[in-house]
């Protein structure tokens, strides 16, 4: 059996994150990974930062499920972002992302 590559959706450019990948996968459970480079800081701003966005994660698998893969990669303007921006940011690539998922799952139904 032959396996397909995963299908993959890039949100290119957004404010606080360099680039955010997702991968859409037949699994129960959204999985993520966050990757914060030294050009951001030392060890104790990375740190802080991943907190933050595993923080605004969980707070977003309580709303909603999804079987995707998730990979955010920061930008140095996140550590001088307040909490409330990182979290609005992130919650627009998660209604993006909805709607381009809605978007394919309807166009694979009707190509059928």
Known sequence: ?????PRSTLFPYPT???SVYVYYHEG??????IAVTKRIGNAVVRNRTKR???EIIRK???????SYDM????RNSII????????KELFSIFN???KSRLNHSFRSERTK
């Open 96 to 98: 993006r992302m909805e």
């Open 1 to 5: 059996m032959i396996r397909r590559p």
């Open 71 to 74: 990979v955010i990669v920061a």
């Open 52 to 54: 933050r966005l595993r």
């Open 60 to 66: 977003h698998l309580q709303t909603r499920d999804g």
């Open 16 to 18: 606080l994150f360099r």
């Open 28 to 33: 129960e459970q959204a999985r993520f990974g």
């Open 80 to 87: 001088n972002s307040t909490f409330q921006e990182i979290e």
